[in-house]
């Protein structure tokens, strides 16, 4: 998981993921042109330019459907009282499927395709779990260490009612 305050390491999280992104928002545009033109080269430029549509309609298409299912499942999951939170993780991959599967390329619509994949789906989603969200049973800002220890809560002050205003 990172952490921004880690004193031992300033930022040092932070630039790796500028890192990473820098690279993926430069390499990808370039291996997906690189494709195109090597695909284009060998089908010719209208097949590829074909190609390139029937996967964004077919992976609009296939969006939709597993969108409905997970919507459905979300539903379901309500009705028995549990939380939806991997079927919202689906939910937020296949918004992340549906904008490859949109990007013309041949690279980012395998890895939409990919992403449709619902065993695959949430095997990532079990992953990420487990290597990146800290799990507690305790409520926000306290632990139950600091509970046992402080006793019991004591809150003072002064209260009246409105219509004894003469008598402060």
Same mark, same amino acid.
């Given at each position: ?21 820098l ?8 291996f997906?042109?690189?494709? *195109?033109?090597? /695909?284009?080269?060998? &089908? ?10 029937? @996967?964004?309609? =077919? %992976?609009?298409?296939l ?25 919202? *993780?689906?939910? /937020?991959?296949l918004? &992340? ?10 690279f @980012?619509?395998? =890895? %939409? ?56």
């Open positions: 998981m990172i952490n921004l305050l880690d004193s031992n390491k300033p930022w040092t999280n932070l630039h790796i993921m500028f890192r990473i992104l690279i993926f928002f430069l390499l990808v545009p370039l997906e042109i690189y494709l *195109l033109i090597k /695909v284009g080269g060998i &089908i010719g430029p209208i097949p590829t330019v074909s190609l390139v549509v029937f @996967t964004a309609v =077919l %992976g609009a298409l969006i939709r459907l597993q969108g409905f299912s997970i919507l459905q499942r979300v539903r379901t999951t309500l009705a028995q009282g549990e939380i939806p939170a991997i079927e919202m *993780l689906e939910g /937020v991959i918004l &992340i499927s549906g904008a490859m599967l949109l990007t013309p390329g041949f @980012t619509d395998t =890895l %939409g395709f990919v992403c449709l994949i619902p065993s695959l789906r949430r095997r990532l989603i079990m992953w990420f779990i487990q290597h990146h969200v800290m799990v507690s049973g305790t409520s926000f800002g306290t632990s139950q260490r600091d509970e046992q220890h402080r006793g019991p809560r004591i809150i003072e002050g002064e209260s009246w009612r409105v219509d004894d205003k003469n008598d402060r």
